[in-house]
């Protein structure tokens, strides 16, 4: 294994990290706040580990397969929430080591879930930099990593498909370096709009960045202790729509710009996600519409909810917690779906359902016609069998990881609805669940052992699992 | 630029690699959707599974932005058919790779006129041009022509015996009456670009530009140059097999080509009168035995199999014969082939490889593409390019030696409008309509001008 091209991978990626907390200490300048020092520290000791890994470790052959991809996502995922967490605990805002990992990590994998009782009583500097987080995590680190520095490895391919989410991953032209540029630029682009038409909704400027951040990682993040719920109608539809968008495979956005619009209505997973979502709204409508005043109302929280949900985000503009079993069901459904692959959204995702459901199809047709033969087509071209059985595999492993984290959570004081909530908001990176960690409370409550239990199952969920299995396992380190 | 390769076999997988280093934006094509996902892996490119001449894969690939759209399949007619319906929708240049005798005689400028093809790429034909070379000088490695065979170049390994081991190179110039450039050392894994002091070694890789002229004349004075030569023995019946008996029968030549095949063997009697075709196996002893293997002058190893190429050239060594050649595909093979001491080794890739690299800087350069050849050599290492001068050049009028060149650079050869060619000395003067040969190594030139610092 090319051990060096690992660990100078993950030095530039704490590097880029010591750069980009420049920003939250721009903030915190702005606002003249004592957070500023502890950001700063946070910085130059990123940049001093940063340069130590990547002096240790100058590769001489640059060469990386597909094993290394995956150990270099996941050791600088770990490495960029152990020290992203440093300003939290500097400041004394989050005296404990642990809670400022949980945040950091629930900030990074786009999940949202908070320890914070208080959220108010942040300074904006480092509210800054947990929403900063989601939106670096959203799109992810090693992406970003290859659109701004050249040539970093001749196979960066192994990098792409090991953080980007979903089954299939391809490159949207030749070079990966633009394909990482491409990507951001959307990402960008679209932030700044919701950005301005937060602002025109006469949202305060730092709360619309920072609403834009969570809402463009999906991540779920505010500023308010009772998270998008007072702010205007308009705002909240905006939120929505933005929510909808950024659950969107970015590669659609792609081919809108280069004026394919027929592949883009082609697309099935398009299609299922706006057909989830709105059969979802409608249940939830009915079922909900006669505790509000108004249809309107009704329709409005349950629209943002179910947005909210199936996206991954975890905004909330209502305590959901109060709504009838059905409707909690649904949303606690919508936590296993996930977004479209592809997109900044996690969960099991969409493409990989539609997948399935064509697979067991097939199961049943070859039952009743033992010799027939079909092939399986996705978005309009034939699946190779490796993929059909990746994802079937995706699955087992998916499911078998849930339940032993539920396992070991269960050593908690808590219910069940709570434990199984938990589990699913950190695992699927949504954030609120039901019962004690509703939207309106937090995970503050949980023991130091439970907190880490969760971080690792927020890291697993937004690396989709292999990266991480891989770099944990004993055999990728031992010699053979 | 973006280039697409549409069919990832040998040939194309070369093109691929040769092209991506170059700095190119390439999109593979290929109908294996296991193949597509080996190059990904491998290399900085896209892929698209499907057939190339469907005009929704074309679509996919983004034809419309291609600026030179390659057909390298393993059939013509899919070549030639993806490259129309390329151009069609909007591909810039269109190279086929077409290789059938059949439409290698008159039809091909008429169908390149037709297919609006940019070029028509025939490796065998290629491979063969390059074969004959080699057995016309058989101590050289490589050897190569500029601007209509004015000048050429050789590529020799010093052996322990040669007069030039352990000499400085200005004394081997003083020495020689002959106008010669030793423009390149390849000693080990570094490349010398030698001055006047520079000390010769056994088992340096040296290259030599010259006329062809006093290039017959040096070798002979250095005792390179053996007899000529006049039988020579081709094992395997291919494509390249064809074409170099048809070169080498032109030149007055005794062609014995053994093929295992009876079909072919007769196919090749009908089409080649002059050569003598024999049906046996050309990895039996007895068969080589039989045919003559030890009065022979040069012995080529054609068959499709590595392997038998390495073993059967590896044993007309062994009888002295003068000149060797074996075809190998996997450059793994051709490494290890080197080491075993085989002197004469030619794969079909590199030479496609680097007429489709030079084919993209000219496109890119685009003004009439100033460069007119371009020759990898010394393991690669190095580049030798031919460029046309323009009166707009920044290099024009001064002489070259108060040019500020740059390191890794080195002009090696001017070739005047109706002059032969001159070895270069520090008082010529480049002039508007020259051909200039420069040599340059860790550098990649697209312009005449980026000699300069």
Redesign the interface.
């Known amino acids: 294994m090319n051990r060096r091209m690992v660990l100078y991978t993950v030095g530039t990626a704490v590097k880029i990290e010591a750069a980009l907390l420049l920003l939250p200490a721009a903030c915190a300048l702005i606002y003249k706040e004592n957070s500023l020092k502890a950001i700063l520290i946070s910085a130059a000791i990123c940049l001093a580990a940063g340069f130590a890994l990547t002096l240790v470790s100058r590769p001489g052959n640059k060469v990386i397969y597909?094993r290394e991809g995956f150990i270099t996502v996941a050791l600088a995922w770990i490495a960029l929430s152990a020290f992203g967490a440093l300003p939290f605990y500097i400041s004394g805002e989050i005296p404990s080591y642990i809670d400022a990992f949980f945040e950091t990590v629930s900030g990074f994998t786009t999940t949202g879930s908070s320890i914070l009782t208080d959220i108010e009583a942040m300074s904006k500097g480092l509210l800054f930099w947990r929403s900063f987080t989601h939106w670096i995590g959203g799109m992810g680190v090693l992406v970003f990593i290859m659109a701004v520095i050249p040539s970093l490895s001749?196979?960066?391919?192994?990098l792409l498909r090991a953080e980007v989410p979903g089954p299939i991953v391809?490159?949207?032209?030749?070079?990966?370096?633009?394909t990482a540029r491409i990507l951001y630029i959307i990402y960008v682009v679209m932030t700044v709009i919701e950005i301005i038409l937060l602002i025109i909704g006469r949202m305060p400027v730092f709360e619309a960045v920072v609403h834009a951040f969570g809402t463009a990682g999906t991540g779920g993040f505010g500023v308010k202790s009772d998270s998008i719920a007072g702010y205007s109608p308009y705002l909240q539809w905006v939120i929505t729509v933005f929510m909808l968008l950024f659950g969107i495979n970015f590669n659609l956005y792609y081919l809108l710009l280069?004026r394919r619009f027929k592949s883009v209505f082609k697309s099935s997973e398009l299609w299922v996600y706006f057909g989830i979502v709105a059969s979802s709204t409608a249940a939830i409508t009915a079922n909900i519409a006669a505790s509000y005043e108004s249809f309107s109302t009704a329709f409005r929280a349950s629209a943002f909810q179910v947005v909210s949900i199936i996206t991954t985000t975890g905004y909330a503009t209502t305590d959901f917690d109060r709504w009838p079993v059905f409707s909690k069901m649904i949303l606690l459904t919508l936590m296993f779906v996930g977004a479209c692959a592809g997109s900044t959204g996690g969960g099991f995702k969409i493409a990989r359902i539609i997948i399935l459901a064509k697979t067991v199809k097939r199961e049943l047709k070859k039952l009743l016609h033992p010799r027939s033969v079909s092939a399986l087509k996705f978005e309009g071209?034939a699946l190779?069998e490796s993929t059909v059985s990746s994802v079937s595999s995706y699955l087992s492993i998916y499911v078998f990881l849930f339940f032993a984290v539920l396992v070991l959570l269960c050593f908690e004081s808590f219910d069940l609805e709570t434990n199984i909530s938990a589990v699913a908001a950190c695992f699927n990176n949504i954030g609120p669940g039901f019962g004690a960690v509703g939207p309106t409370l937090s995970f503050a409550e949980y023991s130091p052992f439970a907190k880490l239990l969760l971080s690792l199952a927020m890291l697993l969920g937004r690396l989709e699992i292999y990266p991480l299995f891989i770099a944990l396992s004993p055999s990728t380190w031992t010699k053979k | 630029m973006?280039i697409i390769i549409a069919g990832c076999g040998k040939i194309g997988t070369a093109v691929i690699s040769a092209l991506v280093s170059e700095g190119h934006?390439?999109?593979a094509m290929d109908k294996s959707?296991g193949v597509i996902d080996e190059l990904?892996?491998?290399?900085?490119?896209?892929g698209v599974?499907g057939n190339c001449a469907d005009c929704e894969t074309l679509e996919e690939a983004?034809i419309g932005s291609c600026d030179i759209f390659v057909a390298a399949t393993g059939t013509d007619e899919v070549n030639m058919l993806s490259c129309y319906i390329a151009r069609s929708m909007g591909a810039k240049h269109t190279v086929a790779r077409i290789r059938d005798p059949e439409y290698n005689d008159r039809s091909l400028s008429f169908m390149s006129q037709t297919l609006e093809l940019s070029m028509a790429l025939n490796p065998e034909l290629l491979l063969a041009q390059d074969l004959h070379n080699l057995i016309k000088i058989p101590s050289a490695f490589k050897v190569e022509y500029f601007s209509k065979r004015n000048l050429e170049m050789i590529e020799v390994r010093l052996k322990s015996d040669s007069d030039l081991v352990g000499k400085k190179l200005s004394r081997i110039r003083g020495k020689e009456k002959e106008e010669f450039l030793i423009g390149a050392v390849l000693r080990g894994d570094n490349l010398y670009i030698p001055d006047g002091n520079f000390e010769l070694q056994a088992g340096d890789l040296i290259c030599i530009f010259a006329s062809p002229a006093d290039m017959q004349k040096l070798l002979k004075s250095l005792n390179m140059l053996k007899k000529a030569v006049k039988d020579v023995m081709i094992i395997g019946g291919s494509k390249t097999a064809f074409y170099l008996s048809k070169i080498l029968a032109t030149t007055g030549t005794n062609v014995k080509i053994v093929e295992k095949d009876r079909a072919v063997c007769e196919k090749l009697s009908e089409s080649l009168p002059h050569t003598t075709i024999i049906h046996g196996d050309g990895s039996h002893h007895d068969t080589l035995m039989e045919e003559g293997l030890n009065s022979i002058d040069a012995f080529v190893a054609l068959t499709g199999i590595d392997e038998e190429n390495i073993l059967t050239s590896l044993f007309a060594e062994e009888f002295n014969v003068p000149r060797v050649v074996a075809k190998i595909n996997n450059n793994e093979l051709t490494k290890m082939a080197e080491k075993l001491g085989l002197g004469g080794v030619i794969s079909t890739k590199s030479v496609t490889a680097d007429i489709l690299t030079r084919y993209a800087r000219a496109v890119e350069n685009s003004m009439g593409s100033n460069i007119e050849t371009l020759y990898k050599f010394m393991d690669g290492k190095a580049e030798a390019l031919e460029f046309r001068v323009n009166a707009d050049s920044e290099v024009v009028g001064t002489p070259i030696k108060d040019l500020k060149i740059s390191r890794g650079i080195l002009i090696a050869g001017i070739i005047k409008p109706g002059n032969k060619a001159s070895i270069v000395t520090g008082n010529d003067i480049i002039e508007a309509g020259d051909k200039v040969i420069v040599l340059a190594s860790g550098k990649r030139l697209s312009d005449l001008d980026d000699i300069l610092r």
Do not use: E, F, Q, W
């Open positions: 597909a001749d196979r960066n391919m192994h391809g490159k949207l032209v030749p070079r990966i370096r633009h280069i071209k190779s | 973006n934006n390439v999109t959707l990904t892996n491998i290399y900085d490119i896209m599974c983004m």
